[in-house]
């Protein structure tokens, strides 16, 4: 009997686990799979090159559902499945040993990305993988009970790790969906994440570009609060980043495309209630600390971040404020809620996720195998989970990887 094959589709962060994992699961086995790597670009995972900032943020001390949007079923039954021993064990096997950065975010010990695609290369290869590079699949058609690829290549199992549309200077693309939707599997509706949002230019102050600054901020879909995040937040020239903008904007993509109106309620004072941040101006100017009102908050916050608050509460930057003056209070209560109205995001070319994809009803969670079709399995960025700035995507696409290449090493072995 000939040994069995196995196509992975994808050759970054959830096809080398996927490969991995279905050659380790079938070792010690007299006729184990042949398992082709099969890998659009020349190089192997470019995003998980580019990850974390070249440092590879690969992990997290702390996987929970709440980190994650998308499919409740699929998420839970990962959460509940990853097993943070098991997946330190895994990295080791392929030589890459981890540390946090003094938060709970993980790193290889080198802390370059390049090092961890090294590692999983070099262990795949030992295992007895194959790699091809620059071999774009474009066609997956049945083969009876098995499938043809390209026209050329026969697999008794196909992984799709082809990841989804974000980066694609990085190899992203939207082809799982085409190769996908061929299979008779329906396209699913996807959206950029952790991504920079674009401000309505006319709302947008000349005066913040270029500051940064610990803010709170919140989404506000058709004028509510749907969710609320924290942390440093990037004012630029046309767009607004940094890590709490990143986390929303995955669900800011999803209700702007369903029409709705999206806007960013920035609170710049996250420490300093309003009413603290009166008293604390009330007795300052008092004691005439401050004849000019630019200087009022310049201990609290950066100046270019509410100078134009100024302007909105009509004060002067230059002009002496009373301590009773009304706008006093109202620049307090401004800076603590400023709202800008959001046009959009900057597109998944520059986006480090996906919000959607394939969900419960396609994809098996615990198993990762495609329910309308046997002997197929998809993992990584094509399921329909996101998670959170902070290593989560990667463990996301590192376990479902291994989950898929666990299945189709059962289904190869059985057959
Ligand atoms: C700039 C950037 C920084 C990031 N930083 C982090 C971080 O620090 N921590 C974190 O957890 N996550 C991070 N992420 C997200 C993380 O990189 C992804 O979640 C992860 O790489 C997804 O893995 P994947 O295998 O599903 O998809 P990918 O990594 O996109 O791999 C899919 C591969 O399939 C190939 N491919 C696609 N179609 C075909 C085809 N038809 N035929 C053959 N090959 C094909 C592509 O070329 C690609 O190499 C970052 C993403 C970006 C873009």
């Not at 070099?122 to 091809?132: D, N, V």
């Not at 290449?405 to 289904?411: E, I, P, T, V």
Request: glycine share 10%.
């Amino acid at each position: 009997m000939k040994a069995k094959v196995a196509a992975v589709i994808g050759g970054g962060a959830s096809g080398l686990a996927a490969a991995a994992e279905l050659l380790r699961a079938s070792s010690g086995v007299k006729k184990k799979p042949r398992v082709v790597v099969f890998e659009a670009q020349e190089r192997l995972a470019r995003k998980l090159c580019a990850s974390g900032s070249g440092k590879c943020n690969l992990g997290n001390r702390h996987i929970d559902n709440s980190r994650y949007n998308g499919d409740k079923a699929l998420i839970s039954s990962y959460v509940t499945a990853y097993d943070a021993i098991s997946d330190e064990e895994f990295l080791r096997d392929m030589g890459i040993y981890v540390t946090d950065d003094g938060s709970d975010r993980l790193y290889p010990m080198s802390f370059k990305a390049d090092s961890v695609m090294t590692a999983m290369r070099g262990y795949c290869l030992s295992l007895g993988a194959e790699f091809s590079l620059a071999d774009t699949i474009t066609s997956v058609d049945r083969y009876g009970d098995r499938f043809l690829l390209n026209g050329s290549f026969i697999a008794d199992a196909v992984i799709f790790a082809c990841g989804g549309p974000s980066a694609g200077r990085l190899g992203g693309s939207a082809s799982g969906y085409d190769l996908l939707s061929s299979l008779g599997v329906p396209r699913p509706d996807v959206y950029p994440a952790l991504c920079a949002l674009v401000p309505d230019k006319k709302y947008w102050p000349a005066s913040m570009r270029g500051t940064r600054a610990h803010c709170e901020v919140s989404l506000l879909v058709n004028g509510y609060r749907v969710r609320i995040e924290s942390g440093e937040v990037q004012f630029n020239e046309k767009t607004v980043s940094g890590i709490p903008v990143m986390d929303l904007s995955g669900d800011a993509a999803a209700m702007l495309a369903a029409g709705r109106g999206v806007s960013l309620e920035i609170n710049k004072s996250p420490d300093i209630p309003p009413d603290e941040l009166y008293a604390i101006a009330y007795s300052l100017l008092s004691r005439g600390a401050y004849t000019r009102a630019e200087d009022i908050f310049a201990c609290v916050m950066p100046r270019s971040l509410y100078h134009d608050d100024l302007r909105v509460c009509a004060i002067k930057p230059d002009e002496t404020l009373s301590p009773e003056d009304d706008r006093l209070k109202k620049l307090c209560r401004r800076v603590s809620q400023c709202v800008y109205p959001i046009y959009g995001t900057v597109g998944f070319e520059d986006a480090q996720a996906v919000r959607g994809g394939y969900g419960s009803d396609a994809v098996d969670p615990e198993t990762c195998a495609l329910r309308s079709l046997g002997g197929v399995y998809v993992c990584g960025e094509l399921l329909d989970a996101d998670g959170a700035c902070g290593g989560y995507n990667l463990t996301f696409a590192r376990t479902t990887g291994r989950t898929a290449g666990k299945s189709a090493a059962g289904l190869l072995l059985n057959k």
